[in-house]
């Protein structure tokens, strides 16, 4: 009697704990991306082929109202990833309040699970500004793919392209065409990360305390920019160079462009290998 009470109590074990053991994987694209910048790439096909299983698209409503497409997914055991989609023209506050929304909605399905966020570009950026307001439930780490934790000249480039005096502004905004209004209308986040000066988002995003999690940092390097890719200079994509976070983050050098690629895949797979052992 005491052998089958000890088996009853091993499955019982196994199969309400067990899910405790895996992850939730959330990524999060950069500016002007979506869900579809991952799947795309070809990154998260090759996450699923080597155990990371999609588990849904996540977006809001303008009611602050959460949606999971598809709605059948998250009650595996396997590790699971999800792909949000913010409003990634907007101010990256903006996006963090929609992001912690979806945290909000997963934790309740995954309360025990730990979390790991992986963003690219500005994605990046909004990921690290949630942990830092202590939106991400039960973090285990945080993974940034050329994103601009110092800034980036391009985004000074693009507020003195649309910062012209009348008439000139009239004239640009009458033949400019959907690029410059697209600029335009980005001016908000392009100020968000222009750079870190006091007084400016990353400024006190980089000067706050950081959950004690890991960080890693996947830093871009194309073969003719010296610099780091042809948007975010490589020192910028560091977290090392993050005042809080001096000498916590691993990094990873990859010789492709800023664009998410299929070799993110085999790449988060292996970082994410690292963090279980």
Not at 7 to 12: E, G, I, N, P, Y
Not at 210 to 215: L, T, V
Not at 256 to 275: M, N, P, Q, R
Request: charged residues 15%.
């Amino acid at each position: 009697m005491k052998k089958i009470v000890g088996v009853l109590t091993a499955l019982f074990i196994i199969c309400f704990s067990g899910g405790a053991k895996a992850d939730v994987l959330v990524l999060v694209h950069g500016y002007m991306g979506s869900p579809g910048s991952w799947e795309e790439s070809g990154a998260v096909s090759v996450m699923e082929n080597n155990g990371w299983h999609r588990a849904g698209i996540i977006s809001t409503d303008p009611g602050g109202g959460v949606h999971l497409l598809p709605a059948l997914a998250g009650q595996s055991k396997k590790n699971k990833v999800y792909i949000v989609s913010l409003p990634s023209k907007a101010p990256i506050v903006f996006q963090v309040q929609h992001l912690q929304l979806m945290l909000e909605f997963l934790n309740q399905r995954h309360s025990s699970e730990p979390f790991i966020l992986a963003g690219h570009s500005v994605g990046g950026v909004v990921a690290r500004l949630a942990l830092v307001k202590g939106a991400v439930p039960n973090p285990k780490a945080l993974i940034t793919i050329a994103s601009p934790h110092l800034g980036t000249p391009r985004a000074g480039q693009a507020l003195d392209i649309t910062d012209s005096p009348w008439p000139v502004e009239v004239f640009k905004d009458i033949f400019g065409g959907p690029v410059y209004h697209t600029l335009k209308s980005s001016r908000s986040l392009y100020y968000d990360i222009s750079g870190q000066w006091p007084g400016s988002l990353l400024y006190h995003l980089n000067n706050s305390p950081h959950p004690d999690i890991n960080y890693i940092s996947v830093i871009r390097g194309e073969s003719f920019m010296i610099w780091g890719d042809s948007v975010v200079p490589t020192v910028s994509q560091d977290m090392n160079n993050v005042r809080m976070l001096k000498g916590k983050s691993a990094v990873y050098t990859t010789g492709t462009g800023h664009s998410l690629v299929a070799g993110d895949g085999f790449l988060l797979t292996e970082i994410l290998k690292s963090l279980t052992k």
